[in-house]
Each structure stands twice: as structure tokens, then as C-alpha cells.
């Protein structure tokens, strides 16, 4: 069994793809659009051509996406998803791509239990937890 994320980013998600392409090497392996479905596929007017889902992968993780309901106000509370770094330098590249017009809400930092850990909120407000191995 396997638990994976799906994050809806509300008519963002093209943008969300490639900056996470970028941030942390994401990789997609599908990626199908409102168009694509078959009638009487539900969706509405405009939103042809945003992302119904995606699957992305990152490192060994299947992240899974779409624009959702296309409203222009996602929402990510409760949850944040955790990146565990091979060293430190791999910790401070991921936490800076990922913080790029975003929000740090713990500074990368040594802790007791990683020499760098870090807490913070991208662009479409994804929390993200980022610490090293030790």
C-alpha cells in the first residue's frame, strides 16, 4: 500500500509543475487535461486546457496534482511535505529553490536531530519540511 499526495492548486497547477521541475527535479509521468476527458466530462467553461491530473515524481515519491475546480484559491493547511536530503549542501539548495517567493517560517538551522533542518511555504502555499540526514 502506498499513501501519495495529490495538492490542488486551483488553476496554477502548469505553473506549479514546472516550478517543482526546476526546484526539486520533478518529473512527470502523466499529465492529462479537462479536454482530454470524455464526455459528458464535467468541467467549466475556460478551463479546456488546465490540468485535470498529474503525476509527478520526485526522488522516490509519487506527488500526484491537478488544478482542481479552477476557483484561483488553493489552499494547503494542515500538512506539509517533508524533503530528506543526502547532506547539507543538497539541504540548502532544495530549502532556497523551494523558499523562491515564498515563506520561511523556520530558518534552515542544526538541531539535535539533523545538522540542517528548515520549514517553509512556497509560492502556492505548500508547506514543505527540508532537513539533512546525519
Known amino acids: 500500500m502506498q499513501v501519495q499526495p495529490y495538492l490542488f492548486f486551483d488553476g496554477r497547477c502548469d505553473e ?5 521541475k526546476n ?6 509521468s502523466t499529465l492529462m487535461r479537462f479536454k482530454d476527458a ?9 478551463s479546456e486546457n488546465k490540468v485535470m491530473h498529474a503525476h509527478l515524481e520526485i526522488g522516490d515519491t509519487a506527488v500526484l496534482a491537478s488544478d482542481g475546480r479552477n476557483s484561483g484559491q488553493p489552499k494547503f493547511e494542515g500538512f506539509a511535505l517533508t524533503i530528506n536530503a543526502k547532506n547539507e549542501a543538497e539541504a540548502d539548495r532544495l530549502f532556497n529553490a523551494l523558499v523562491e ?17 528548515g520549514m517553509l511555504a512556497d509560492k502556492f502555499g505548500v508547506h514543505w519540511i527540508v532537513l539533512a540526514a546525519q
Do not use: D, M, N, W
Open 23 to 28: 526546484a526539486v527535479g520533478a518529473k512527470v
Open 16 to 20: 506549479a509543475i514546472e516550478f517543482y
Open 101 to 117: 517567493g515564498g515563506t520561511v517560517t523556520q530558518p534552515l538551522t542544526k538541531t539535535f536531530f539533523s545538522p540542517r533542518f
Open 38 to 46: 470524455p464526455p459528458p466530462a464535467q468541467h467549466s467553461p475556460g
